[in-house]
């Protein structure tokens, strides 16, 4: 049986990026393998973030894992902070990635352009280790992400790579799984940038007021042709918003083309609207259910455990196969 691995920082409210390009997936895949899911708790450390809006995060996002149809009888779901072997093997892995390919990674230029490296903490430096340990752990067949994502999977896979090569066929390789389309959502007032929880511009919540959700939509950014055509070049704000509808509606993007000749923008957009509306109230209403239940906390208890097995054995095999001394 195939095995998906993925998991989501806590660093603030999920978006409908989050939704459609990681949660949306988890979903389909539900049913075509085992599905291990966790909160990357560990990499929301990465950068300052509160302590209370961190646990308030982590919550958020497994009961939003619920809301959004993921069967807490079909898939796990822990804290990777409690299965202690993620820590301890990120610290052997750190050896086997080199400071000139971490320093490359786009997510840590991106995130510490601005900032003096007197205040850039290693976390974010050495982060793709600790993805990397995330995703061997559990010997991974595929790791459903956002674009985003993709090049820490490629770096998981050069270090498997090497890894065997020196110990044997320790690690197994993993693979990224991204969706053809809606695998990058832009944001709505700046098209050329990715929607992104810790950069709220231009963001749709998925706990925003749904009367806010159609006005963000309806006043999205959008050039100043009027024909309903995907030009992710020269049309970003537009085709962006198909994107969103087709990833919503399982429509083709020559279908949306089609539907929408010869109307207006703004008819579009309301369309749009009523859709991720809709979408999102019903997806409201389960977390709502969801929160007043104790389900978070049994399912990640459940899942810690279920985890915790998998990744001890994997964590012995690592460590006998390097030469670390044990005693039995
Ligand atoms: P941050 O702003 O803190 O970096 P983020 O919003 O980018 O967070 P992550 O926790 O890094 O979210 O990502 C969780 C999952 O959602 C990943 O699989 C990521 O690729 C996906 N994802 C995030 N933003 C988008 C987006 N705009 N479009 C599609 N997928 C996205
Ligand atoms: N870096 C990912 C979160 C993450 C992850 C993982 C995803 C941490 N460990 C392992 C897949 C597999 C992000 O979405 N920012």
């Known amino acids: 049986m195939k095995r998906y691995l993925s998991a989501i920082k806590p660093t603030g409210r999920l978006t409908l990026g989050n939704y459609i390009g990681a ?7 539900m049913n075509d393998g085992e599905m291990i899911l966790f909160v990357a708790d560990l990499h929301s450390l990465t950068l300052p973030i509160d302590p209370v809006e961190l646990r308030n995060n982590s919550r958020n996002i497994v009961a939003y894992y619920l809301a959004a149809g993921l069967d807490p009888n079909k898939i796990r779901v822990f804290l990777q902070s409690e299965v202690h072997e993620h820590s301890e093997l990120a610290i052997i892995l750190q050896n086997y990635l080199y400071m000139g390919e971490l320093a490359r990674m786009t997510q840590f230029k991106d ?46 896979r050069d270090l498997v790579h090497r890894f065997n090569k020196r110990y044997g066929e320790i690690l197994k390789m993993p693979r990224a799984l991204i969706r053809q389309n809606g695998a990058r959502i832009m944001s709505l007032s700046d098209p050329t940038k990715k929607m992104s929880k810790s950069d709220p511009k231009g963001d749709i919540f998925l706990d925003d007021d749904l009367k806010i959700i159609n006005k963000k939509i309806m006043s999205a950014v959008t050039d100043l042709d009027t024909h309903v055509h995907y030009d992710e070049a020269n049309k970003p704000g537009i085709s962006n918003l198909m994107t969103i509808y087709s990833a919503l509606t399982n429509k083709s993007i020559t279908d949306i083309e089609e539907q929408f000749s010869g109307k207006m923008y703004g008819e579009f957009k ?33 899942g810690k455990e279920y985890a915790s097995e998998i990744a001890a054995k994997t964590l012995k095999r690592v460590q006998e196969a390097i030469g670390l001394y044990r005693y039995e």
């Open 270 to 302: 309301k369309e749009v609207a009523r859709v991720v509306t809709e979408e999102i109230a019903k997806l409201q209403a389960r977390y709502q259910e969801i929160i007043q239940t104790g389900l978070v906390d049994k399912v990640l208890k459940e």
């Open 23 to 29: 949660i949306k997936q988890f979903v389909s895949l």
């Open 111 to 156: 995130k510490t352009q601005k900032m003096n490296n007197e205040a850039i903490g290693l976390g974010i430096f050495t982060y793709p280790v600790l993805m990397a340990a995330d995703i061997v752990l559990y010997d991974t067949d595929y790791v459903p992400v956002g674009e985003d994502q993709v090049q820490h999977v490629e770096i998981t």
